[in-house]
């Protein structure tokens, strides 16, 4: 056997058996976790996704220059994996070429192209490294010290690669071995500053550059295996076994709270309380994560001073899974030894307490990491399981579970709203008549709240304008349940979401309005899996409906200028983009603007998550740093198409004192002023004296009795 091919096949198996075992013991790591189902569903939604997120780079793609740099280093792996055949194959043979193809010149020209490419692209990293130290970011690699000797040894082992890979291909030119003409442009280039040489030391150094482009290679798959960069092959498995059409909207899994198969023995566990409790797709999310950061770059709780970052979250998850590993793998849960719970002792209270669940950092992951589904596991446990969570949270638990809504009002006065209008708003008592087209879900906040009451008495001007039937349920609606399942009681949830569909079946009711993101999300989303099946669609959808049908005819009565801020749970979470700005484009008057972080990008209220509801004690209120953005554009009107991002918003403009110069209106209350109609933009809360003290990020829609 040649001394090359025994040193290079070697090196192989040698490299390959080390990298081969920690794959194994990932695998039985990641596979131990709790089931994750409909994984599998939905084949071509996940052919279509490894296409566009993983073949095309589709996400990395939205930050251009980094994004390129990364897209190139991506194909030009992908294509030259050609060259490792090749390698291997000049093991054997030194005038070997792949069968058919090996000696198209337009091959070697695409070699040859996306080597260079990712030469180029190793020198913009570099310079973005230089430019954003992440010392400065105190990142620590776990298995190779700094974070920053671990990214600058993956830059010299690619560009080991590149490099190794065209001295052994100009070497080859030299000795009449290369199979590609002169389109293989660097090859040639290099071949010809080495040719002075001559052949016999263009033949060692084709030997010796082979054999450290496969020395290399191989190494390379090991650090791989044993580092953060394990994402390379890990990314697309986790894309591939990701929730479709995406991981926003609805919650991953919906547990069984009936516990009717439960023995007196088994423990019962609701949510993560250890990482042994998270399921298999969860860690796979851990081991993938590429620590890059876009995820914490849109994230509003870390972007105004809140401890919360997704990225520090998913790496603390990670170690502690890595560290828990051989008690994990071999179910050594040491009966009777207690053991600490994953809040506090990896993830700090605040830090758990502090997301919105707005979906940014879903949205920007560019390996598909669902964040918000760990989270709300984590506060899951801690909720039914532990008990533990913030205090002024229990009001608002203990409102919805006796009243029926987060301010503790009452049925009592769910119809009060619609005493104002002066047309007949049919209240079902029974059964939803023959003649009525919608069900009208109002919500919490627009039946309750003041603020809220003006875009939802608003929107039913406008229903009853275009001609549109629909009904209420007045004293039969109750909270849909959205705030108490972030927070994590997901047990008050089901029973919240069993009584509604109770109610809703026994209405009859078949299609619903939404003008509350958050109910419009619950209702489509997450009722389907406890039985509820209805057609939901949110007023900004109808009113531009109605505006395209030519039953609304928006006119002269507003002018200036309009700002849309976009709901999460409407724009992020269920992909309503353009109807609210088609609706505010069709008034004649109106000139929009767009804020700078909007649709996909949008910056949060900071009510979600439960939000509302809880104190907002570090860092900047998020909906100040909303609302600064907002008033940046010169807007005159902020529009939006939420009550809680109205409420969020109106606050914070108030407490700016621009109330005199910005309205802050519903997309029906702008429409309905279009038409010329009086718009009523603040009044004072609704009284709560009886229903007791809530607090609501020190912004909420009512203030303390």
Not at 70 to 87: K, V
Not at 694 to 701: H, L, M, Q, Y
């Amino acid at each position: 056997m040649p001394v090359r091919l025994a040193i290079g096949l070697g090196i192989t198996v040698i490299m390959l058996g080390i990298a081969g075992r920690r794959f194994f013991w990932l695998y039985q790591l990641i596979s131990s976790g709790q089931p994750a189902p409909d994984r599998f569903k939905n084949l071509p939604s996940r052919i279509k996704a490894e296409l566009v997120e993983v073949g095309g780079q589709k996400k990395l793609l939205q930050w251009t220059i980094p994004g390129m740099a990364h897209a190139f280093t991506f194909w030009g792996f992908s294509i030259l994996f050609l060259t490792i055949i090749e390698a291997y194959g000049d093991l054997f043979q030194r005038s070997f070429h792949i069968p058919i193809i090996g000696t198209w010149s337009w091959i070697g020209l695409v070699e040859d192209f996306f080597t260079v490419a990712v030469l180029l692209a190793l020198i913009v990293f570099a310079i973005i490294r230089v430019q954003h130290s992440p010392k400065r970011e105190e990142r620590k690699s776990r298995f190779f010290g700094s974070h920053t000797a671990a990214a600058n040894l993956v830059l010299a082992m690619i560009a080991g690669v590149m490099i190794s890979l065209l001295f052994y291909r100009a070497a080859q030119a030299n000795t009449g071995n290369f199979p590609y003409t002169d389109w293989a442009f660097a090859s040639h280039v290099l071949a010809s500053w080495l040719h002075p040489l001559g052949t016999g030391v263009n033949s060692v150094i084709e030997t010796v550059a082979l054999l450290a482009n496969i020395a290399i290679i191989t190494s390379f798959l090991v650090f791989v295996a044993y580092s953060k960069h394990l994402h390379i092959f890990l990314a697309p498995v986790n894309v591939a076994t990701s929730r479709r059409p995406r991981a926003l909207g609805a919650l991953a899994t919906t547990p069984d709270m009936t516990m009717e198969d439960v023995g007196e023995e088994d423990e019962v566990v609701f949510g993560a309380g250890r990482v042994e409790d998270l399921s298999w797709k969860q860690l796979l999310d851990l081991a993938t994560c590429t620590e890059c950061g876009r995820c914490q770059s849109q994230c509003p709780a870390w972007n105004t001073g809140k401890p919360l970052s997704p990225k520090l979250l998913i790496m603390s998850l990670r170690d502690n899974l890595f560290s828990e590993a051989d008690r994990i793998m071999t179910r050594n849960r040491e009966a009777g030894v207690e053991r600490e719970t994953l809040v506090p002792s990896v993830i700090e209270p605040d830090v758990l307490w502090s997301c919105t669940t707005c979906g940014a950092c879903v949205e920007e992951c560019p390996v598909d990491i669902e964040h918000i589904d760990t989270i709300i596991d984590l506060r899951r446990y801690e909720v039914l399981i532990e008990s533990r969570f913030p205090s002024e949270a229990g009001l608002m638990l203990r409102n919805v579970e006796n009243q029926g809504d987060p301010w503790g009002l009452g049925a009592a006065k769910r119809e009060d709203w619609i005493a104002s209008l002066d047309f007949e708003v049919p209240v079902v008592t029974d059964t939803i008549p023959a003649d009525i087209e919608y069900l009208y879900w109002v919500g919490c906040a627009g039946a309750l709240d003041e603020r809220a009451r003006k875009g939802a008495q608003a929107t039913a001007r406008m229903l009853h304008r275009a001609g549109v039937s629909f009904a209420i349920l007045g004293k039969k609606e109750s909270c849909t349940g959205d705030p108490v399942r972030r927070l994590g009681n997901e047990y008050l949830f089901q029973e919240q979401c069993h009584a509604n569909i109770e109610t809703l079946n026994g209405v009859g009711a078949k299609k619903i309005i939404a003008t509350c993101p958050h109910c419009f999300n619950t209702l489509s989303n997450e009722y389907p899996a406890l039985g509820g099946n209805y057609e939901v669609i949110h007023h900004s959808q109808l009113l531009d409906h109605l505006v395209a049908e030519g039953k609304l005819t928006p006119g002269g009565g507003y002018k200036g200028t309009v700002t849309y801020h976009d709901p999460c749970y409407l724009g992020r979470h269920n992909r309503v983009f353009d109807e609210p700005r088609s609706v505010i484009d069709s008034i004649p008057g109106a000139k929009q603007v767009e804020m700078g972080r909007c649709r996909e990008k949008g910056f949060c209220c900071g009510a979600g998550g439960a939000r509302m509801w809880l104190e907002e004690n570090i860092g900047k209120r998020v909906n100040m740093e909303r609302t600064e953005e907002a008033l940046g554009t010169g807007a005159d009107v902020v529009s939006t198409a939420c009550p809680y991002c109205m409420i969020m918003l109106d606050d914070a403009v108030r407490a700016h004192q621009k109330e005199d110069d910005v309205r802050v209106l519903d997309l029906s209350q702008l429409l309905e002023e279009s038409m010329g109609d009086p718009v009523s933009v603040g009044a004072p809360s609704v009284d709560t004296e009886s229903a007791g003290e809530t607090g609501s990020a020190g912004d909420g829609p009512v203030e303390p009795g």
